[in-house]
Structures are given as C-alpha cells and as structure tokens.
C-alpha cells in the first residue's frame, strides 16, 4: 500500500488543461436548439470542393441536398460562434451517392483559441444506413467553447470524405453560485471520497489549509472541480495538514480522502496590498515541482537560482511587461507549474516539453536534468549556462501565456500566419531578453516572415531596434484590435510602420547583408 501511495502522490499532470469535468454540485442550464447558421465567416474546413460549390458552409445550411466534400479520406470542419457556447450534443446527415464517403471515425471538439483542441466526443465504426440519414450524438459538457470542430479520422473506405449537414446542439450556461470567503469547514471522509468548495471568484488569491487526523489531500482547480490528475493546485502529504493557493475565477477547492479523515478546512482570500518591486503587475502562482532532486542537475537549478518559484514568477512578470503597458491587460496568466525531471512520463530521455492551452491563463513546463547536467559539462562547470538556459525556455514559453492570439482564417498546425504569428513573436521576446545568443538571423528561409521561430523572431527583433523600441508590444495588440479574419502581417505592417511587410523584410535582408548588427 505505501509504494502505491508513493507513486500516487508523485506529481505526473502532463496539462493544466482543465475541460470536460462534470461537476458534482452545481448544474449548467442549456438549451437544446440547434446553435449554427449560415455564417460563411464562421465556417472553415481543411478543404473543400470549390469547383462544384461543395463548400464548408454547405454543411451548415439546412439543406440535405447540398454537401461539403474534399477529396482526402480525413479532413475537419469547424464553426466559430460570435459568444461562447456550452454544446451537449449534435447530428450528422450522410450526403448523397457514395456510402463509402460517409465519415466513420472522428472527434467532435471544443476550443476557445482555434489553436488548442479538447475532444468533447468521439465516435468510432459508424455507418449511416442511407443517404440523407440524420444520427443524432449526445454528451456531457458543462465548458464553454467559441469553436467547434469534426474532426473526421476515417472514412468507410472511399478516398472522398463528404457530409450533407451539421447541427450543433446546447446553449449558453447559467452561472453557478459562488461561495462567499473566508469559509470553514469540519468534515468526515471515507477512502477515496471528495469534498468540493466553490467556486470562489475574488480578486486576490484563494488560499485553503487543511488540518485533522487521517490522511485528506487538497486540490484548487481552475474553472472545473480538481480531480487527482486536472488541478492547479495540489497538497498530497501523508497527513492531513495541506496547503494550497491559486489566483482566477471560478477557482474550486476540494479534499480528497486518501484515507480516512477527519479534517477542519479553512478558505480565505489574500489581497495583494499592490507593494513590493512589482507594483501593479500580479506575479502569476508558481507551482515548482522538483521530481527528481537527487540528481545534479536538480541540485544546480536549485543552488544557482536559490528561489526557483520566486525567479520564475519574476520572469512571468518581465515578460508581461514586454508586452502589455497597463498590468490589468495581463492578468489572464495566472499558474505556472514548472517540472524538473530526469526522464519525461514514458521512461524517455528529452530536453524540454510545455503543455496547456495558450491562452487558458495557465501551462506546465518540464526541463530535463540530464539535458542541464549536460549543458553545465559543455560550459566548462559554468553556472551562467544553466540560468541562461532556464531562463531562455521561460522567455519563449511564458510569452505563449501571454500573448494575444489573431483571428485567421488558418491554424497552429497549417504553418501559416498563425503559426508564424505565435512561435515568431514568442522567439522575439527571448531574442530581446538576450537568451537566445547561441542562433543567427536567417535570411535566407524560403518562407521569410513566416518561417516562424528565430526567423520571424529575429525579423520582428530588427523592427522593434531599428524602426520602433515599442513594436512588440504594439504586434502583440494588434492580434486583439483588428477584428475576426482581418489581421495580417500586411494590415499589421503597413498600418504601424507605414510600409508594408515584403517591403519591411527587404529592409531587413538588406541591413543584415550590409554589416547591420542586431543586438541581443
């Protein structure tokens, strides 16, 4: 029992990722009416039958008869709503001619950035009896989502994928109730039992501790009741005294009884006085998770950084401050869990990883040990090499905390602006900091701008030194001001610099070729 309780109680959450938990206390209340129209600018699709007028939107315009078709076994199809939408349920309608082209295996999926995907359903071996037949799927959901997408994985068999309609069913959600703060609790809990608090919406952050007999766990979690693998917060020794704090709303606190417990639980809001070096700007709560502290590469981190968690919310701080002026801008990005590890969860050797959604106001990063030690070897034992390194990845990744997204008719996977947008300006922000001096501008990338990375990285780094000192921030704003599927590059660059983008990186070509010295 104690080595399954050691395993248990080691830290392995992969994603801050906090979707598609039913809550045990409170009740959404949706609607059950079909939540799309024809709205062509709500509709995209991995591709589509132009020629013929089988188009994306042809799948949500009430009509059996017309269809959306493309010529892959595999494609998706995704609707945007104009408000979050809590979707419990939705149909498909086969299309006419060939039953081979119908769609057999997919995931129906919900996402607040278009970037980042939560599967809400999934569905495998079906068949559709006839053409023109409607099936009807219904699911538990209590998230809300502005983009929806089918995401078709198979067909049956045809190299075609086609479908004659869409219908997406819920509505929107009626808040639950809040808890008002401080609270006190006294409780029994059997092996295995959950207690849930919330959720609390305060402007400071939510602090609970725990204390009793037995052995109760505490978990925070973001939005969603915590469970012991989706939480933003967790205090699991083999007691029952427990701390735990996080920052946002709809934070949910909850006791797990790893045995038999009795505890007392208090629940209290912390306000910031708004002193200290950071003023204004709200250092997000940093979760340090040391998985492996008898290595050296842990005892580095530790002894050349002193306060991990305390350096890392600073670097939080600093890189909001990069991009946003005013503080309150920033306040989304909430929790960072930062994991040092020796092996990744499957037993594998690896550098550095980062889960969680862009955007959701939190993220996990883990940093392999091995990969420290080694660094330190190739230094010559110098201590720099692992603070520029830590400090470098929390540079580039934090600023995905950050960042505003663009609307853009294509996604992080297509390689295309988006993905230039995000991975470029995240390469920006490190370059700027002066943690990325090991790598060189490159000119010479077929894709220019939009070859992402150190490419648009050191690109965006030229504007900002030689055009305008407040262009990244400036860059990051545009992707909240221009409004759905009208930011560009080119809107972007003509509309701040007067000229527009190709021009902008001819510049760049140019002053790079003629000695021009970026400084970073």
Known sequence: ???????????????????????????????????????????????????????????????????????????WISYQ?????????????????????DPQDWQLQGSNDGLNWTDLDTQTNQSFASRYEKKQYSFNNQDAYTFIRLNVTANNGANILQLAEIELFGGSVTPPPVDNLPLQDSQSLNQGSWQHYGPFNVTGKVKATTSGSGDADLYIGLGSQPDTANYTCASTSPTA??????????????????????????????KDSGGGDDGLWQKPVVDFVD?????????????????????????????????????????????????????????????????GRDGSGEMTIAVSTRHLERLYRESGNNDNSIRDE???????????????????????????????????????????????KTRQPDIGNSRRWLGGYTTTGFFLHY?????????????????????????????????????????AWNDYVQFIQSGGQLQY
Not at 293 to 317: D, F
Not at 319 to 345: G, I
Not at 390 to 407: C, F, Q
Not at 489 to 498: A, E, K, N, S
Request: net charge negative; aromatic share 12%.
């Open 1 to 75: 029992m104690n080595n399954i309780k050691l395993i248990r109680k080691t830290p392995l959450a992969l994603s801050l990722l906090l979707a598609g938990l039913t809550s045990q206390v409170y009740a959404s209340s949706t609607t059950s009416n079909d939540l799309t129209q024809l709205d062509p600018n709500a509709i995209s699709a991995s591709a589509e039958n132009s020629q013929y007028g089988e188009t994306a939107d042809k799948a949500f315009d009430d009509n059996q008869y017309s269809k959306w078709l493309t010529f892959e076994p595999t494609g």
């Open 81 to 101: 709503f104009s408000t979050q939408q809590v979707v419990t349920g939705y149909s498909i309608t086969s299309a006419n001619d060939a039953q081979q082209r």
């Open 241 to 270: 005294t427990e701390s735990c704090e996080a920052q946002g709303n709809n934070l949910y606190v909850s006791v797990y009884g790893w045995s038999q417990t009795n505890y007392q639980i208090n629940i209290n809001e912390e």
């Open 291 to 355: 998985m492996n502290p008898e290595t050296e590469g842990s005892r580095l981190v530790n002894r050349i950084l002193g306060n991990p968690a305390n350096h890392m919310a600073q670097r939080c701080i600093d890189v909001a401050q990069v991009l946003y002026t005013d503080p309150r801008e920033s306040s989304r990005f909430r929790n960072l869990r930062f994991e040092l590890r020796a092996l990744d969860p499957w037993g594998n050797d690896f550098v550095a990883y980062k889960t």
């Open 390 to 436: 830590i400090d470098g990845i929390l540079y580039h990744e934090i600023t995905h905390g950050y960042n505003n997204s663009p609307i853009t008719r294509d996604g992080y996977g297509d390689a295309g602006p988006f993905w230039a947008f995000t991975e470029g300006l995240a390469d920006a922000v490190r370059i700027g900091a002066g943690y990325h």
């Open 463 to 503: 504007i900002k030194q030689e055009k305008d000192p407040l262009f990244i921030r400036k860059f990051n704003q545009s992707a909240a001001d221009y409004p759905n599927y009208t930011w560009s590059f080119d809107r972007v660059f003509t509309d701040l610099l007067g000229v527009g983008v190709e021009q």
